[in-house]
Structure formats: C-alpha cells, structure tokens
C-alpha cells in the first residue's frame, strides 16, 4: 500500500513539474502564460466595472478612477486588450478592445494634446497590427498629423501642455515623455511616406538629447523654450522630487524614446545616448536589489519611498529591445535585468490576486506624487508596458 502510494505520488509530482516546464517560466515567478491568463481573467472584471464610454485609468481610495476617452491614458486600455489578445486568443477581449476603439477614434483630430501617440498608436497601432485591418491605420495617420500640428519650428520641439503652473509661467513646455509619441510619427512618417512627420519627429528628439540630460544621463522632466529665440527658458520638473533629480518613470520615457529613435533612424548618437540612460539606471546606488525603482531616483525617504511599478514595466520592455542593437556583453545585461523587473513584478507583492485590485494587472505604481495623486496605486499604463515586455520576452524565447 505504501509502495502504492509512494508511485501515485512521484507520477504526480512529474506531472505537476512537467506541466509547470511546458509554461515559459524564466522571467515570473508565475510564468507568462499565467500572467496572461490572469490579464485575461483581470480584464473581464475590468470591462464590466467600467462606466459607459470610459477608458480605466487607476483605481484609489477603493474607487475605479475612469476617463473619458481625451485622457491622456484612454488607448493603454484598447492596448492591453489588444496585447491580451494577441497571446490568449480570447476573442471577447476582442470585442471590448474593438468596442473601445469606436469610442476613442474621434480623438484622431485632438490637437490639444502632445499625448496622441500614447491614446493613438498604443491602441490603434496595435489594432492595426494584430488585425491588418485598414481603417485603423488610417485612424493612426490622421492622428500623427493632428499631434504634428503642434510642432513649432523655431523651438525645434513638439510643445507638450497648453496649462502654465502657478509658479511656472512656461512658456513653450517641453516634457521627457513626450519621446513616447515620437512613435507614432516615425511610423507614420515611414508607412505614408512622408518625412515631414519623421523630420519633426527627428528635430525634436535631437532637441530633448541637446537639452534634457544631464552630464550623467539623468533627465530632467520639463525643459521650457523661448518661441522667439528657440533657446532654453527653464529647466524643471513637474511629476519629479526636485528640479535636479531624477524622476524614475521619465528615466524610463527616455530610455524606451531613443532606443525607438535608434530603430527608425539607425543614427548611431541615438543609441549612444540609449545605452547612457540604460547605465544611469543599472548603476545607479538607488536601484532597489528587485530593480522596481523607487519613484524618484533621488526621494528623500529612501529606502522607505514608494516604489513605481510603472517605471520597472516601461524600463523592461526597452531594455528588452534595446538588447537586440548592443553586443553580447551588454544585451546579457540588459536582458537580465528586464527579467528580473519581470520577475519582481510577476510576484504576489505586484502582481494582483484574481478578482482583485478593480480589474488592474499590477499594483503599486506612482502617478503624481507631488499633486498627491496616485500614490501606490494602479496605473493602466503600468499595465501595458508590463504585458509589453512579456510578449516581447516571450517571441524571443519562441524564436
Ligand atoms: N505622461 C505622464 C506620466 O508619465 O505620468
């Protein structure tokens, strides 16, 4: 009988291990799959908490905070859907994504917001993608010419927010996440044939390598320009601890910006300063052992400072492209590193328990820490640039 049991139990225990080695597992501790599974399962919950017409942004003080589709957060959601999608095969997210998308499309002709390329191309540009169907790349054109209308030839530069601060009368704003919507119209700039799109796109990153970074590669977040003169009116921050540190989301922007620019252009000072960025953040004494930064490289309560999910999730997934354009010495480093944001992230500390956290995938991101607004919460963008560098984890693995 013990001999019995004893067999009973080691078959099990090779079919339990054998089932567990079938799951890509290298960067989670849950595995890709599962966390796709769990996306999948998120999301259900997600879609059916959402008001009508709205695009999930957070969830805090126990309240699912959604936004009306001119958000600049409104295509994360289409886009993780999308993402999803592309991996489950699950065709009622699908539908949702496909249902968000009628609602989003009329942003296509938004020229208030430097944000296009985030609500335009995360969505759509993933629809287009995964689906090949036309009148979504048409939505991406028509967008990547309303986000060009906001360039300004003298400043060289995209102007990001129409809002001056109390304190700051910017003049002309200029913010290091602004990188992220140059994508939209390097694409564009490619796919229609048309360099005026990839020549502002060009002006303006090499304006933010001129003006955002420090000697150490450090960024600032907002640099303000002159509209007469084209120069340099104030350098400063807006979501960062200080004007001089180092906002760790916008490290992020940056680093995922230039290795972008570098896979359009091929303009070698691009992946330099790529490769710059990915060495302030790998060196830098304030990254945590688990590499989820804290919110600011230079908090003042380190080490009990929140940690930004957000920024481990946007990190890994450029260092998981940036991989492919460095020699074997650095891609290992680069790699390695994203899979242990991956891993943290995949834990129970980050990732949310089924039927929890309003529907998000992650927990613990910082949105704005000096409005006091989305502190330790989740961010739908942390979200998509997570699911982002699982996938992209996952092809190479497949390949
Ligand atoms: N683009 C705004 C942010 O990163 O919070």
Redesign the pocket.
Known sequence: MNTLRLTCFTVLLFVVYGCQNKEKSIPSRLGIDSVFERANSQYKDLAGLLPYNKFPRSFEDNKLIARKSND?CSGFYPGCLFYVYEKTKDSLLLLEAEKSLKVLEKEKTNKATH?LG?MMFCSFGNAYRITGNEAYKNVVKESAYSLATRFDSVVGCIRSWDFSTWNNKWEYPV?I??M?NLEMLMWAGKEFADSTLTKIAISHADKTMQNHFRDDFSSYHVVSYDTITGAVEKKTTF?GYADESAWA??QG?GLYGFTMMYRFTKDQSYLNHAKGIANYILTHPNMPNDMVPYWDFNAPDIPTAKRDA?AAAVMASAFLELKDYVNEEDALRYVESAKKMLSTLSSPEYLAEKGTNSGFLLKHSV??FPKNSEIDTP?I?ADYYFLEALLKLNNDETQ
């Open positions: 600049w944000d985030f913010i996440d602004n992220m979501q989301r916008g922007w957000s949105g704005h961010l963008y």
